[in-house]
């Protein structure tokens, strides 16, 4: 089952490009350029009015349409009586297209923001085609310890918008309009941290089947997956998780792991792990089903029964018992997430493991298991998590501040984590929860997305003293909610 089709539309990131063409689209059904402009300025209006009380403002313009969009709001604002200055690279605006900023328009050199002042950025957006240097780059170092605030058109000039990556320099903005869709670059990166609250007007631009190159994650998409079966009387109907537990003192992050899965909205969980950490576990589980294992059969035995999905990984260990149980769980073809120690087993030989991969598997790296797993995968996040995806067959989830899931389809960024996700043992309670909406007969892709969006939102308004022990209880809440 697969995202909402409406909400996919809703939920679309479109490059520069791909936001260039859908304005030559719109521009050659018979809507004038001019007409664009005028809207885009009016929705900055609209966010500068209600962002900023009156005070004086600078508009620093660009020489392509970004700088027209600042213009225009210039114009609107001298209408409504601001104080406003205007500089522009490069050639001076024609007197004739613009008599509203008569008086207004100033040299580049005069640029001196004052710290109770606005300063609207609208040098480059979209069409940003290399790095800010020279002129544009000195009007943006001195924004850097004006203490001004700042306004940005569409991107902060210097993002990349398909990467978040900053081409020579970059404003930090308190606030950023944009129009019709975001752009990945509002999401990834430096981009994220520098474009500080976002607003997305629409400007009558029409969405087109294939403008898409990426979407923004949210529980629209993929609401209506969850808690699929609740109806089914039987609980290995709404699904039945194995997770593969670690020997002795290891097995607690595979607990976490059992305990994301118990409260995913699967039917059963059952806890797979050597004797050493399976009879300790008997005593600490009540929900979750515990199964001591002596070898792979064992995990053998459940997957050719009523496993409908594995978790192998966290706190396994590099031992001979995790490698067979590795290959036994990919070997059963049921969905299975691969975190942690399943990931690393191979650091050294991961072709290895990528022909053992199939496309029911989700893997979990963070960061640094991402670098030892894609050795010269490099670039961005979207660009690395896509190559990933693509290099072993399989769903990819790049952990991070911002996650990135990439698999088949539209790859889909995650923002809505926080800092106090940042604790140890959160992501191996992340891999029980994506097991367990995976035993849900959900898709990779679609179970990956809502598991990272929970997984975020249940610690979204927690502070600091959040541990992963107390995730779980959170994470039933807000499926809970979602369900209701
Ligand atoms: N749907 C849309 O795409 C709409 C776009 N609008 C605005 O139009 C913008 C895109 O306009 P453009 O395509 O004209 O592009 P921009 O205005 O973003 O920039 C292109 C201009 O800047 C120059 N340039 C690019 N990088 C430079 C650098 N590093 N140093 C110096 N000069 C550089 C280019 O040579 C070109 O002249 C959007 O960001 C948005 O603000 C709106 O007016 C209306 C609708
Ligand atoms: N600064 C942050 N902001 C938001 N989420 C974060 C941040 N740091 C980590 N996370 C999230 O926390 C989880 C940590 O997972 P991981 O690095 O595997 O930790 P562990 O191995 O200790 O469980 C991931 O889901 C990751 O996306
Ligand atoms: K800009």
């Known amino acids: 089952m697969a995202f909402d089709a409406e909400a996919t539309k809703r939920c679309s990131l479109m490059t520069p490009d791909a936001m260039a063409e859908a304005d030559r689209r719109t521009i050659a059904a018979g809507t004038p350029e001019t007409t664009l402009i005028d809207r885009a300025a009016r929705a900055s209006l609209r966010v500068l009015r209600s962002e900023f009380t009156r005070r004086p403002v600078t508009i620093l ?47 580049t050199g005069t640029f001196a923001p004052g710290p109770g002042a606005l300063v609207v950025d609208a040098l480059f957006g979209a069409g940003l085609s290399r790095p800010v240097e020279g002129e544009a780059r000195a009007l943006i170092e001195k924004l850097e310890f004006a203490g001004a605030s700042v306004l940005s058109i569409d991107l902060p000039s210097g993002i990349d918008g398909a990467t978040g990556e900053v081409l020579g320099i970059a404003p ?5 309009v944009t129009f019709h869709r975001l752009k990945p670059g509002h999401l990834l990166g430096e981009g994220a941290r520098r474009c500080g609250k976002v607003f997305c007007a ?14 923004h994650n949210a ?11 609740a109806r089914e009387t039987h609980k290995y109907e709404r699904g039945h998780t194995v997770v593969v537990g670690g020997p002795g003192f290891m097995g607690s992050a595979s607990r976490l792991s059992a305990y994301g899965a118990s409260v995913s909205g699967a039917g059963a969980v059952t806890y797979l792990a050597p004797l050493s950490s399976a009879e300790f576990a008997g005593t600490v589980f009540d929900a979750v089903m515990v199964r001591p294992m002596t070898g792979p059969e064992a995990l053998e035995e459940l997957a050719e029964g009523k496993a409908s999905s594995i978790v192998i ?113 959160s992501g191996d309670v992340l891999a029980g929860l994506i097991g367990g909406i995976l035993a849900q007969s959900v898709a990779p892709r679609e179970a990956a997305a809502a598991g990272a969006w929970i997984h975020a939102e249940a610690a979204r308004s927690a502070g600091p003293s959040l541990n992963a022990d107390r995730l779980p209880r959170r994470i039933a809440g807000v499926i809970d909610r979602l369900v209701s």
């Open 61 to 107: 313009c660009g020489p392509g349409n970004n700088g027209a969009d600042g213009l225009r709001l210039g114009e609107m604002l001298v209408d409504a009586g601001w104080p406003i200055e205007v500089i522009c690279l490069g050639e001076p605006p024609s007197a004739e297209r613009h008599r509203g900023l008569d008086g207004r328009l100033r040299p």
């Open 172 to 176: 930090q903005a308190d606030v950023t």
């Open 202 to 215: 629409d400007i009558g631009l029409q969405y087109r089947e294939g403008d898409a190159s990426a979407l």
């Open 219 to 229: 529980p629209e998409l993929w609401r209506h997956l969850l808690a699929n079966g």
């Open 313 to 425: 990984g966290p706190g396994m260990g590099h031992g001979a018992l995790s490698r067979d149980c590795l290959h036994t769980a990919l070997a059963s073809g049921l969905p299975c997430v691969v975190d942690a120690d399943a990931l690393t087993l191979y650091e050294d030989e991961p072709s290895k493991l990528f022909s053992a991969l199939h496309e029911g598997c989700v893997l979990t790296p963070h960061e640094g298991e991402f670098a030892r797993l894609f050795k010269g995968v490099e670039g961005d996040k979207l660009s690395r998590a896509k190559a990933a995806a693509a290099r072993c067959g399989a769903t990819v989830l790049l952990k991070g501040s911002t996650t990135v899931i990439a698999g088949d389809g539209l790859p889909v960024i995650n923002t809505n984590g926080s800092r106090s996700l940042a604790t140890a043992g």
